[in-house]
């Protein structure tokens, strides 16, 4: 286990803002991973679990407890089942599941961050989600102090959202196991956009690799795939998850989804651009991506305080204008 002092935040995060950690304790297998947990806990000291860094917005006054950088690596597969250690880099994995003709998560091709931190989310993208796939997932119960295996019904999945998401802090996720589909095809396509890139009907197959090549122009359009060379994807992906409200409060214009229960969900895209906040909206060194309004972006130099400021005025817009309330989707961390 290696610790480092004072590490800046901000370099291990997507976004590129946050001060130091107090305590920065690098982690490579789950022993590691649990004793670090645990060391803290009985210490008293602040706990935050960094995967990618790709879905926070780290504090500008640091971190004054210890942050574990999940580096934990490692896949096993069991006949068309992958059990993945947390730290596993989410695209690498997909990748891995493409040449080994495995179908379930290409439409998740470049999505940043490691394995670990997606069922927390419950991430998705592009008409499909982990929770299609997520057969168990290992964690430390730090209510509990024990490691169990969560089952999909225990975890509470949801659009964006779980339980380990609704009870933060608890559940440190150590593996996670995806039941895929062998072949070399898809999953059915599930998103407009794609299937059209593709040239296929809503609903069909196309072969794995050209869902995953797709999938990434699609993405690299937006600025959605981490690259150093692009300021646009200087961001934590969409700041905002679509809400989802009562179909008789459906705003006129807004495209909209079934999200059942008789709800629907609004895209947060329009809402934000409607609102006044087109993509290339600057406020200093922080604003909207100039290709994706739903991506905040940060220049260089700027602080957790403007970006939130900033997204303090998006909501309070939307709000006024629409009546809809938008809820972040980055973890604003506090000790
Ligand atoms: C350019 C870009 C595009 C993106 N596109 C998408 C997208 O299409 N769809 C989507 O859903 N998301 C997207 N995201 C958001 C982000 O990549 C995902 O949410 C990703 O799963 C976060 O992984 P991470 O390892 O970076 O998590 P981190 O940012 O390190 O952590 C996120 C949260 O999970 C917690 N966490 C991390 N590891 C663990 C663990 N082992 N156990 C328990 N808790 C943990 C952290 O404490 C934090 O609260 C995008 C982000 C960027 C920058």
Known sequence: MQVRRNAPLAELTTLGVGGPAD?????????????????????????????GGSNVVAPDEGWPGDVVLVRTRGVERTGDALRVQAGEPWDDLVAHTVAERLAGMEALSGIPGATGATPVQNVGAYGQEVAQTIT????????????????????????????????????????????????????????AELARRLGVEIGAAAPLGEVREAVLELRRGKGMVLDPSDPDSRSAGSFFTNPVVPV???????????????????????????????RGTRQGRVGTSSRHSLALTTEPGATAAELLAFAGRVVAEVEQQFGVTLVPEPTAVKP
């Open 248 to 278: 008789e409060r459906a705003v006129e214009g807004c495209p909209s989804w079934p999200a059942g229960d008789g709800q629907v969900k609004l895209s947060a895209a329009w809402l934000v651009q409607s609102a006044g906040f087109g």
């Open 23 to 51: 305590r920065l304790i690098e982690v490579t297998d789950a022993a590691e991973l649990v004793a670090a947990v645990r060391e803290a806990d009985e210490a008293g000291r602040p706990l935050l679990l960094l995967g």
């Open 136 to 191: 168990a997932v290992a964690v430390y119960d730090r209510a509990e102090k024990r490691s169990r295996v969560l089952s999909p019904a225990e975890c509470g999945f949801a659009y964006r959202d779980s339980r380990l998401k609704r009870e933060p802090g608890r559940f440190v996720v150590l593996d996670v196991t995806f039941a895929l589909v062998p072949g070399e095809l898809s999953r059915p396509v599930g998103y």
